[in-house]
């Protein structure tokens, strides 16, 4: 099982990630010191890296955009995110998470 810490909430989940914007492709690292790491592709300008980010885990996690949102850490690398409509263990399964160890 993974070591991401994951906060169940009624509808969804909240766990903490380290974003590495500028990156030359978008992609979920592993876990590191307990979070998610993802490399965005986009700048860390004017809001792109999280329009990017929000977009990008919608997409893995098969949710609508509007499902996932950045609850903490706007303009920092480490944010807590949440993402209704999920349980902790499809979370897991969609980001291949579920058998990976930390980075």
């Given at each position: 099982?993974?070591?991401?810490?994951?906060?169940?909430?009624?509808?969804?989940?909240?766990?903490?990630?380290?974003?590495?914007?500028?990156?030359?492709?978008?992609?979920?690292?592993?876990?590191?010191?307990?979070?998610?790491?993802?490399?965005?592709?986009?700048?860390?300008?004017?809001?792109?890296?999280?329009?990017?980010?929000?977009?990008?885990?919608?997409?893995?996690?098969?949710v609508?955009?509007?499902a996932?949102?950045?609850?903490?850490?706007?303009?920092?690398?480490?944010?807590?995110?949440?993402?209704?409509?999920?349980?902790?263990?499809?979370?897991?399964?969609k980001?291949?998470?579920?058998?990976?160890?930390?980075?």
């Amino acid at each position: 099982m993974s070591d991401l810490t994951i906060q169940k909430i009624d509808g969804g989940v909240i766990f903490t990630a380290k974003i590495v914007p500028g990156s030359s492709r978008t992609i979920v690292c592993g876990l590191l010191n307990k979070m998610l790491k993802v490399k965005i592709s986009a700048a860390p300008e004017m809001g792109k890296a999280n329009k990017r980010l929000l977009e990008f885990l919608a997409e893995q996690l098969g949710v609508k955009k509007n499902a996932v949102s950045i609850i903490s850490g706007q303009t920092r690398p480490i944010k807590q995110l949440q993402v209704l409509g999920i349980s902790e263990e499809t979370l897991l399964n969609k980001l291949n998470l579920n058998n990976r160890g930390e980075l």
